[in-house]
T-cell receptor, first 116, second 114 residues
Framework: DTAVSQTPKYLVTQMGNDKSIKCEQN?????MYWYKQDSKKFLKIMFS?????LIINETVPNRFSPKSPDKAHLNLHINSLELGDSAVYFC?????WGGGSADTQYFGPGTRLTVL | GENVEQHPSTLSVQEGDSAVIKCTYS??????FPWYKQELGKRPQLIID?????GEKKDQRIAVTLNKTAKHFSLHITETQPEDSAVYFC?????????????FGKGTLLTVNP
């Protein structure tokens, strides 16, 4: 009955490689997000999608490209990985509708990316 | 854009004491203020939230207060237990659906000593 799931949980790779992280939610939510949590635990939004449409794109290098094949999935592809990309990446989802509960965000378990 | 300041960055209390974490925000249009708890190695989990039409909300040992005029909100945990030890994040948003992002504070590491 996992609500928001991510794969893989851990990702260790070399600088310069390309990697993807996948996220799925079975909550029927319309909105999905990617967050980056750095070593100091700071949580910062990267992207949000609503019904497969890009809504929020924070100042993120264009090496990061999100893709939403349908509203239950939001993947993150990262090209030419750099040391500074090492972090925990969290996917989240929210209803995007329903008045007061529209904004409640539910997080996935996170993907710890280590770039060597 | 929105800026959320959170204090203190670390807080150590004895079991049974109360803990208070405070946040201020800059965007007067923000109207949704959630609090998340993140245990070590785990995902952030929503513990309580408040909207700007309410001044206080309680859920068992947890309460949140909001002062819209001063643009600050606080998390109060009473009768703390060791399992309350975690990083707590406040956040603010204009709310209203998918177009608005959550801006998080930098977190408070709460340690409850048995």
């Amino acid at each position: 009955d996992t609500a928001v799931s991510q794969t893989p949980k851990y990702l260790v790779t070399q600088m310069g490689n390309d990697k993807s992280i996948k996220c799925e939610q079975n909550l029927g939510h319309d909105t999905m997000y990617w967050y980056k949590q750095d070593s100091k635990k700071f949580l910062k939004i990267m992207f949000s999608y609503n019904n497969k449409e890009l809504i929020i794109n924070e100042t993120v290098p264009n090496r990061f490209s999100p893709k939403s094949p349908d509203k239950a999935h939001l993947n993150l592809h990262i090209n030419s990985l750099e040391l500074g990309d090492s972090a925990v990446y969290f996917c989240a989802s929210s209803p995007g509708w329903g008045g007061g509960s529209a904004d409640t965000q539910y997080f996935g378990p996170g993907t710890r990316l280590t770039v060597l | 854009g929105e800026n959320v300041e959170q204090h203190p960055s670390t807080l150590s209390v004895q079991e049974g004491d109360s803990a208070v974490i405070k946040c201020t925000y800059s965007d007067s249009a923000s109207n949704y203020f959630p609090w998340y708890k993140q245990e070590l190695g785990k995902r952030p989990q929503l513990i309580i939230d408040i909207r700007s039409n309410v001044g206080e909300k309680k859920d068992q040992r947890i309460a949140v207060t909001l002062n819209k005029t001063a643009k600050h909100f606080s998390l109060h945990i009473t009768e703390t237990q060791p399992e309350d030890s975690a990083v707590y994040f406040c956040a603010a948003s204009r709310g209203g659906g998918s177009n608005y992002k959550l801006t998080f504070g930098k977190g408070t590491l709460l340690t409850v000593n048995p």
